[in-house]
């Protein structure tokens, strides 16, 4: 059954942020070889498995504690590095998204699951995207977080702010700094000065270089613009109105083209809703994945 496009308009107001429960230092890491690499991996709760992709530059450790902790009381959550970041290594072969979405393949093969709900950020909803139009039968629900759809059909950030994204030159620690200004809107940073209790401890490192082979892939993926029509499962579109690296527009274009859509618009989030937003975040993952195809 077709159901058509609903967009839901949530206006929040700062709860402040909760503490952590989930101690990732603590959780084992594991590892699966695949495709002549290694991937590392770590799972949290028990359940029906949501695997959870992360976007450009991350790694698994820079998910909301918050989040991981209140999905995992219903699902088996699954976390991982992608190709060459983190705990996961990487061989020569060039990367691309096509590749990122087999290795989650790869990955989730080497578990034996064989059906799961998957989420997305940022570039990780490329790799979603893909995954999810290459291996369907893979897929039960999809959530986009920040999503677009890539090629010249999505909506790019400013010249000057997709320069500061992708600048790997100065250290880690700059890096992290100028980072915090882009997923963050500037009033909420003020209002909240103190991100530790608000932002996980971030202890992967991946190099430079590494970051510059996933800043080609993401540039050079053709997008998915004309086959979205193909996708027939329920899909989850969730953006911050104040992203500034994942336009909210893209969220928009992805909801005119995919059948069974919902799309939830947090206001005054930006590209770090998950953060900013934890409680509200969580809910509206948690009502998608708990309900019918049918939009309430």
């Avoid at 820079?62 to 990487?90: C, E, H």
């Avoid at 209790?197 to 971030?202: E, R, T």
């Amino acid at each position: 059954m077709r159901v058509s496009t609903v967009v839901i308009f949530i206006s929040l107001i700062l709860a402040g942020c909760a503490l952590r429960i989930v101690d990732m230092e603590k959780l084992k890491l594991q590892t699966v070889k695949i495709d002549g690499i290694t991937i590392g991996y770590k799972t949290i709760g028990k359940g029906y498995p949501l695997v959870l992709i992360m976007g450009y530059s991350g790694t698994m450790d820079m998910w909301d504690l918050r989040a991981l902790t209140k999905f995992a009381k219903r699902y088996q959550v699954i976390i991982f590095d992608n190709r060459g970041m983190g705990n996961s290594t990487a061989t020569k072969k060039e990367f691309n998204i096509s590749l990122f979405a087999d290795d989650t393949a790869g990955l989730l093969n080497a578990l034996k699951i064989k059906k799961a709900n998957v989420l997305g950020f940022s570039m990780g909803t490329n790799i979603a995207l893909e995954f999810t139009l290459r291996y369907p039968e893979m897929v039960n629900k999809l959530i986009l977080y920040a999503g677009d759809c890539g090629g010249k059909e999505s909506l790019q950030p400013d010249e000057q702010i997709m320069k500061q994204l992708i600048d790997t030159s100065d250290t880690p620690k700059d890096r992290d700094k100028r980072m915090i200004k882009l997923i963050f809107p500037g009033k909420w940073l003020k209002d909240n000065p103190d991100l530790r209790k608000c932002i996980p401890k971030v202890t992967e490192r991946s190099r430079p270089e590494i970051i510059d082979r996933q800043t080609k892939a993401m540039i050079t993926w053709e997008g998915c613009y004309n086959r979205l029509k193909d996708l027939t499962l329920p899909v989850l579109l969730i953006t911050g109105t104040e992203d500034i690296l994942t336009p909210p527009e893209n969220s928009l274009i992805l909801a005119n083209r995919i059948p069974l859509a919902w799309l939830v618009q947090i206001k005054g989030a930006g590209h770090g809703l998950m953060y900013q937003y934890p409680e509200e975040f969580v809910k509206t993952v948690l009502l998608f994945l708990q309900s019918s195809t049918e939009i309430p």
